[in-house]
C-alpha cells in the first residue's frame, strides 16, 4: 500500500454517517491537514469537501492527482491522520498491518520485548539467524 492508497482508504473509512465522534473528530483532522496540504487549489479542495456524496471512486479519481502532486501520500501529518483514523474504523486490520505503507524505506524493527523505536542511521547491520558471539570477559588479574 502507498500513502495515497492509505489516505483514501482512511478517507473512505472515516465518511461513514456511522461514524462515533472520536471518528468524525480523527476524520476532521486529516481533512484539514490535506486541505492544508491541497494550498490554494479550489478544485480539488471543493471535491474533497464533497467527499463520497459524488459517484463512487469518481472522487478519487479527481482527488488523486492534485493530493500526489502536492506530496500528500509522502506528508508524515498526512499519513499520521490516516492512520488514527483507520485505528478507530479498523483496529484489527491496524494491529495485522494491513494499513502499512511501504516504498517510503521505513524498517520495523520488533525485539523479544516489543517494538523498537528510534531513527538509524546508515550503516546499519542486521544479523539474521543466530546472534553475535559474545565477547570474551575480560581478564582477572591474579
Do not use: C
Request: hydrophobic share 40%; aromatic share 4%.
Amino acid at each position: 500500500m502507498n500513502g495515497l492508497e492509505l489516505v483514501f482508504a482512511a478517507l473512505a473509512a472515516g465518511s461513514s454517517e456511522l461514524a462515533t465522534s472520536a471518528v468524525r473528530d480523527a476524520y476532521a483532522g486529516l481533512r484539514d491537514r490535506l486541505r492544508s496540504r491541497l494550498g490554494g487549489q479550489e478544485r480539488a479542495v471543493r471535491v474533497l469537501e464533497a467527499g463520497q456524496s459524488t459517484e463512487p471512486g469518481v472522487w478519487q479519481a479527481q482527488l488523486g492527482d492534485d493530493l500526489d502532486a502536492a506530496g500528500a501520500g509522502a506528508d508524515k501529518e498526512v499519513l499520521a491522520a490516516a492512520r488514527a483514523v483507520l485505528a478507530l474504523t479498523d483496529p484489527d486490520g491496524t494491529r495485522a498491518g494491513k494499513y502499512t505503507v511501504s516504498g517510503d524505506h521505513t524498517v520495523n524493527v520488533t525485539t523479544n520485548y516489543g517494538a523498537a523505536a528510534g531513527t538509524m542511521n546508515a550503516p546499519v547491520n542486521i544479523t539474521y539467524g543466530q546472534p553475535p558471539p559474545i565477547p570474551p570477559s575480560e581478564p582477572v588479574a591474579s
